[in-house]
């Protein structure tokens, strides 16, 4: 648990502190990005400088200024601010951080703001450990998270906060921060004079992902690595920045907010027909790290989901396009699942067999234990066939056409249903002129045995 008593004071010792950790804006004048949050007249501003604190929950990106505006709120309204961090705290650091605040309202009559980073991370039991100070105002709760809340959080502790949003800072805003901590000389690293162009600046920028805490990482690690160039002086080179920034990912996190998003996005683009967002989506999640095993599978049930039918061949390449990433791995397998990806995406779309299927679950959760007519049952045995197993059961290849005619497979005490509708595109055209056409004749058949025209086909009593 930490406990800051004075947090932006000019005199304390910066001395092994990060660079990330000394630029953290003081105010909001140096906050960079969040203007739909802290630009004049937006609510949260308005809480902040009028010192009117509440509950909230902070829900964005890493290094895109949680912890700085919570810290910030704190200060504003003169309270103590308590840090938690949800990855090593438990119930007994709520309850001294709770003490804590309490000591601090009877001695100093001061509000306290219980900061707890990484909130996700507490499971149910921990988050309702919080309800009752929350309740009676003992702490002002700000946690921070950059998973969905509505996902990670309980209903009991989301309907006492409010969530605020926050987005990734663009590159104009972490050019801004770069800037800044060459210039500054009190905080930053402008007693060092270096010497980086602005193309190096803007590659740094461009190639941190939205989060401030990475630039200025990044920056310290070029900064203490630089060395004099011709002229004498400490220069950030190209060949350097490329070096520190080798090997860094985009961002994506397995089983997170990124993770769904992304995936949804990559399938949706699919469904949409557009192979070139496809593309960026898988190259995105692929950057990122992710499973390319796990692409595969999501590819397949793309082929099934909103090809199906109207083209058939497409479950059969996404098939093998998981078998080739499993049989080769990276880089081969990477491009049999773009190759699929792209072929569905231009593929003739149905979702016909994916509506069917759902809606045949349902008539079967419905409809109970039905039991299997007797003319559809099989009869391995002599009983089974005295006990009519299989009878008057009539052989579709006997049959002209190969179509017994008039012919039911539902259960006898369900109605025939239609589920699969297939759709006027690709293969299933013909599907649905060929069903129908089947679908006609068993109405026929079925007509004239009504009427007692019992002429339906050849071998009606056939067993097989």
């Known amino acids: 648990m930490t406990v800051s008593p004075d947090l932006f004071s000019n005199a304390e010792d ?114 309702d450990a919080f309800l009752p100070f929350v309740e009676d105002g003992t702490v002002i709760f700000i946690g921070a998270t950059t998973e969905n809340p509505s996902f990670e959080l309980n209903n009991a502790l989301l309907s006492r906060s409010r969530v605020y949003v926050l987005r990734s800072l663009d590159q104009h805003d972490i050019r801004g921060i770069i800037d800044r901590a060459l210039q500054d000389k009190q905080r930053g690293l402008g007693a060092a004079n270096l010497v980086m ?125 998981w078998d080739v990433q499993e049989r080769l791995g990276s880089p081969e397998g990477e491009l049999a699942i773009a190759q699929a990806v792209v072929y569905l995406a231009c593929a003739s779309k149905s979702n016909a067999v994916y509506t069917a299927f759902n809606a045949a679950m349902q008539a079967a959760k419905h409809h109970g234990s039905l039991p299997v007519p007797l003319h559809l049952r099989n009869a391995p045995t002599r009983l089974m066939k005295e006990l009519d197993y299989g009878k008057n059961y009539r052989y579709a290849h006997d049959e002209n056409e190969a179509y017994a005619a008039g012919e039911k497979y539902f259960p006898d005490e369900m109605q025939e249903t239609i589920y699969y509708h297939p759709v006027s595109r690709g293969l299933e055209q013909k599907i649905a002129e060929r069903l129908q056409e089947l679908r006609h004749k068993s109405r026929q058949a079925r007509k004239e045995k009504k009427f007692g025209n019992n002429d339906t086909g050849k071998n009606d009593n056939q067993q097989r």
């Open 14 to 127: 910066m001395t092994g502190r990060p660079l990330a950790d000394r630029m953290r804006p003081r105010n909001l004048e140096e906050f960079s990005g969040q203007q739909h949050l802290i630009a004049p007249g937006k609510p949260l501003r308005q809480a902040i400088e009028s010192g009117r604190l509440h509950s909230m929950v902070f829900w964005g990106p890493p290094g895109t200024g949680k912890t700085t505006l919570a810290k910030m709120i704190a200060n504003q309204a003169n309270a103590e601010f308590v840090s938690l961090s949800a990855v090593l705290a438990g119930v007994k650091d709520i309850r001294q951080a709770v003490e804590e605040a309490r000591r601090v309202r009877a001695m100093f009559a001061k509000g306290t703001v219980l900061f707890v980073d990484e909130v996700h991370r507490f499971n149910k039991s921990q988050q």
């Open 197 to 321: 162009s602005e193309a190096h600046r803007q590659l740094l920028a461009q190639s941190v992902d939205g989060d401030a805490r990475r630039a200025l990482n990044y920056l310290e690690i070029c900064a203490d690595l630089a060395e004099s160039n011709a002229q004498g002086q400490v220069e950030i080179t190209e060949a350097l920045l490329k070096e520190v920034l080798t090997g860094s990912l985009r961002r994506f996190d397995k089983g997170g907010e990124a993770f769904y998003d992304q995936i949804s996005a990559l399938h949706k683009s699919v469904r949409g027909s557009d192979p070139d967002a496809a593309l960026y989506w898988l190259a995105r999640m692929l950057d990122g790290g992710c499973d390319a095993l796990y692409i595969a599978r999501r590819v397949v049930r793309m082929a099934s989901e909103d090809i199906g039918n109207a083209d058939p061949r497409g479950l059969q390449l996404a098939l093998n396009a």
